[in-house]
């Protein structure tokens, strides 16, 4: 019996070191029983956050999305240290990161978001009336195309979806060399404290990837230049931008004849993935306007159906847009062990 007792308290005291380190990881539910999102608390504190902000739907369907593939990157994180690996800290520098990133592209961090409008590292100049990208190369490259007469309707519209994902890019990669910058100068994030303890080795892997996000952009424009000039080609493979930038990659990378023919038939997939994402947002919006103008009406019966309609449809492009970016990740680091670097976001 005492050697029952002896047992049960070392099981106890085991399940309390392994736990303890694991302060910042949540069950199901709070200490008030309440349903949360996530498992780890300060994904639960942004989400909670972003929802007092009152994001619009389709960012805050996004917003979730990146949550959920950053829970599962630190779940993963953290069985790795638990088997003694990511013993020089590279690992968790990047989910740091990535956090600080996710903060930032939301509004999130603390700072006034500037970077669309007043960012001089890209670009500097005033945004004028009738700018469509807010990027002067971007918008005077847009109008010729517009004017060149080379597209249909639905080409301008697919070309109008490269543009705006390249303005994407953009600011995506003002908000990297925002929170890089801001990490060098150890300054303090509102949700959590960014360490100051910098290996050389992680900030050296921090501007690799700027490098890297920064050639991508210029190969990006130059594609862009060159589609405005010439048209779209007859055989063109993809017309979603993310997939036409993961199969620029991958025609880029050390893949063989064989594993490129794969990967295309795989990229028609996640092509189709994109598209049925895309559909649920656009539908996830327009519920959002109805529900807005069944409230102001007053009828609560109708109200209830169309707050029914619209939270299956957000429950759907939350799903989607998980789905979507975590196929995104795997295709990405799938051509990234051919020689690319990974590009987190």
């Known amino acids: 019996m005492a050697i029952l007792i002896l047992l049960a308290l070392f099981v106890v005291g085991a399940m309390g070191g392994k736990y303890s380190k694991e302060l910042n990881e949540q069950k199901a539910s709070d200490k008030n029983n309440n349903q949360v999102e996530f498992r780890i608390a300060k994904l639960n504190q942004v989400w909670e956050k972003a929802i007092r902000m009152q994001l619009a739907p389709v960012r805050l ?16 994180w953290k069985k790795l240290k638990a088997e003694g690996m990511d013993e020089d800290g590279e690992r968790e520098a990047k989910l740091r990161r990535n956090f600080n990133i996710i903060l930032a592209k939301y509004g999130m961090d603390g700072k006034k978001d500037t ?5 001089n590292r890209l670009k500097d100049h005033d945004v004028k009336e009738g700018d469509t990208f807010d990027d002067p190369k971007l918008d005077k490259l847009w109008n010729k195309a517009k004017t060149s007469g ?39 994030n509102v949700i959590s404290p960014l ?41 063109s493979e993809f017309k ?3 997939v036409i930038e993961l199969w620029e990659m991958a025609k880029r990378s050390n893949l063989s004849e064989d594993e490129l023919d794969s990967l295309k038939e795989e990229l028609g997939h996640f092509e189709t993935k994109v598209e049925k994402h895309q559909h649920y947002q656009e539908q996830l919006e327009l519920s959002h306007q109805k529900l ?19 939270n299956t449809l957000a429950e759907k492009a939350r799903e ?18 051919n020689g690319l670097q990974h590009n987190e976001l």
Do not use: C, W
Not at 63 to 70: E, V, Y
């Open 320 to 337: 989607m847009g998980y789905k979507m970016k975590k196929h995104l990740q795997d295709l990405t680091n799938k051509i990234s062990r």
């Open 195 to 235: 360490e100051g303890d910098m290996k050389e080795h992680v900030l050296h892997q921090k501007h690799s990837d700027l490098k890297q996000r920064m050639r991508n952009l210029n190969q990006g424009f130059e594609r862009l230049r060159k589609i405005t000039h010439e048209g779209y080609s007859a055989d």
């Open 61 to 76: 369907s996004e917003l979730h999305s990146d949550l959920k593939i950053q829970e599962k990157d630190e779940l993963q």
């Open 115 to 119: 970077r669309t409008l007043d960012s």
């Open 292 to 310: 807005k103008h069944v409230e102001a009406l007053g009828d609560k019966d109708h109200i209830m159906r169309n707050k029914e309609k619209y």
């Open 240 to 242: 979603e931008p993310r």
């Open 150 to 188: 080379k597209f249909s309707d639905e080409e301008l519209q697919t070309l109008q979806r490269e543009f705006q994902h390249h303005k994407d890019k953009i600011n995506e990669y003002n908000i990297v060399m925002d929170t890089v910058s801001r990490t060098e100068e150890i300054h303090k």
